[in-house]
């Protein structure tokens, strides 16, 4: 079987490799460089927490917005363009950042282009991932790749800002994209034998839709509550920023883990049972870190938070990809799980700084909860309709 796995992703390798480049690898390089930019910018600046964190997620909703809106485009032929062009805008906008004054309203203008540009790459890419043979093997292979991907950033980025500054993060994020544009423009056309069932899925508006799109904002909220807030709950559990770091660092490599064993199932859509367990357990590794009674038991939890995540994400993915080999819904999931996330850390810091960390506690449980139902039920309504049980 292990040969044989490797023989299907080596046919896809250029699917695989152009959904990572746009998708995850240039999509989301203002979420990971995120928590050292946001310190660079208050530093040069002298603003406050807030106002650089409205800055954020101004920058990553304007990600998410455009990722929505380009949804369409992304599951048409001709969809490099709309990849590309993004990417390009995104990286003249990252450099034009390093030219205008921190804080002013030409560098916020800068910011949100860059995140719309590359809102554009996100669609693109997990439209593109959909069209694989097996979506839930693509997205689990993609999202192994982010496991690798992930590091190298988190290594770099706070070396080149206390070498360069808050310009450094700006820089490196232009160069990210420079070394992605040429794969993002290699990216291939959606098979013209999926577009008429696309066609008759989006007609329809089967009620898992509407589902799985609730799964996709739960799950990544829940996520994006937990990652804003990680170093408040550390310290609650008397760890330093340094032990969070090392924590994070090797958690990263065993995030590996979850898309291996995602990748390793057989069938390309997953059964409402592998797809429960995903989220059910990525839900209870965040309430787990979120109410931990020791710094043991939240270390535990912190180290398996990546692993059960991507799992959880490539089984969600994969399931919107399965139901709809256009890529649009993938897409449309893509946009809304990162809207989701751009709304995390202002909500998580008001629920902290209204009811301490038992209310963050409190509305994580009950995200979770509504995401491992509506992603169950639906995986259940799908599996259902194709095998003729509804109309």
Wanted: charge should be positive; glycine fraction near 12%.
């Amino acid at each position: 079987m292990r040969g044989a796995l490797f023989r299907e992703l080596w046919a896809e390798r250029r699917l695989l490799s152009c959904a990572f480049a746009s998708g995850i690898g240039a999509g989301y390089l203002p979420l990971l460089v995120l928590p050292w930019a946001i310190g660079a910018l208050m530093a040069q600046t002298g603003r406050s927490e807030s106002w650089a964190g409205w800055i954020a997620t101004a920058e990553i909703g304007a990600l998410a917005l455009a990722s929505l809106a380009t949804s369409q485009a992304a599951a048409r032929p001709g969809r490099r363009w709309v990849g590309t062009i993004g990417l390009a805008i995104a990286i003249a906008a990252n450099i034009t950042s390093i030219f205008v004054t921190p804080g002013s309203a030409a560098f916020v203008v800068t910011r949100v282009v860059s995140g719309a540009g590359l809102g554009a790459c996100v669609a693109v890419g997990n439209a593109t991932a959909a069209g694989s043979l097996n979506p839930t093997r693509a997205f689990a292979c993609v999202w192994f790749l982010m496991a690798l991907w992930q590091p190298v950033i988190f290594a770099a980025t706070p070396r080149v800002i206390a070498a360069l500054g808050l310009n450094g993060s700006y820089e490196l994020m232009a160069c990210a994209g420079l070394l992605f544009l040429p794969l993002v423009a290699w990216t291939p056309d959606p098979q013209l034998a999926t577009a008429p069932a696309a066609a008759v899925e989006h007609s329809d508006r089967p009620p898992y839709m509407s589902l799985i799109l609730i799964a996709f904002a739960a799950f990544w909220l829940r996520e994006a509550l937990v990652y804003a807030m990680s170093e408040r709950l550390a310290a609650a559990q008397n760890l330093n920023g340094q032990d969070l770091g090392t924590i994070l660092g090797v958690a990263s490599i065993l995030g590996l883990l979850g898309p291996v064993l995602a990748a390793r199932l057989k069938t390309g859509m997953p059964s409402p049972a592998s797809l429960c367990l995903g989220l059910s357990v990525a839900f209870a590794t965040s309430v787990v870190m979120a109410l931990g009674s020791s710094a043991w038991i939240f270390s535990a939890a912190a180290l398996m938070a990546p692993a059960v995540g991507f799992f959880g994400a490539s089984l969600l993915s994969g399931l919107a990809g399965s139901l709809d080999p256009s890529g649009r819904l993938a897409a449309l999931g893509a946009g809304t799980g990162l809207l989701s996330e751009a709304v995390g850390p202002i909500a998580g810091g008001s629920l902290v700084a209204a009811g301490g960390i038992s209310a963050l506690a409190t509305a994580v449980i009950a995200i979770g909860v509504v995401g491992a139902i509506s992603g169950t039920f639906a995986a259940a309504l799908a599996r259902r309709q194709r095998s003729g049980g509804l109309s």
